[in-house]
């Protein structure tokens, strides 16, 4: 989930960030997270949730920080490829976001396990990714030190390490 890359970039990026990001989102599983879709557009990211985003100026592909309050690094990473959303995912554990079957970020990996069904394991790095592959979207569980740390929606079969 790019770790160290993602919370540097939001520290920076963090005061052009905007309140309408959901206080609390919710994972969809193969579907959204936070409202976003994969293959959505630029223009229909900006109507759900708004023009006070951080860039990315780093960034292999054109990303979006929204942040859950100015000068706060929680909140919502959108990629995009072409023009279209290729990835959404959570920024540090923002509070409250919650997916499938009452999982929140922070529960113990057990929780996600018990709840979201089978998943593949992915080891990246500094973490781990939990993943399942749905016909639209791969859904990411990101678990940091045996703890749901972040929910990621990206396209089918894409690396969750990069």
Known sequence: MRLAALAAAVLV???AAAASLPRYGTLVPGS???????????RQVRAALGSGFGLCASCPRTTWYY????????????EFTR?????????????GWKGPKGIMLGDVEATVTTNAGPLLVVTCPLYAAWVFDG??????????????????????HADPCR
Do not use: C
């Open 13 to 15: 990026l963090a005061p």
């Open 32 to 42: 959204s997270l936070g409202g976003i879709r994969i293959g959505e557009t630029e």
């Open 67 to 78: 942040t859950v309050k100015p000068f706060d690094q929680h909140g919502l990473g959108v």
């Open 83 to 95: 023009g279209r959303v290729s990835a959404v995912y959570t920024l540090d554990e923002p509070t």
């Open 135 to 156: 016909r639209h979207a791969r859904t990411v569980y990101y678990i940091f030190d045996g703890n749901l740390w972040g929910f990621g929606l990206m396209q089918p």
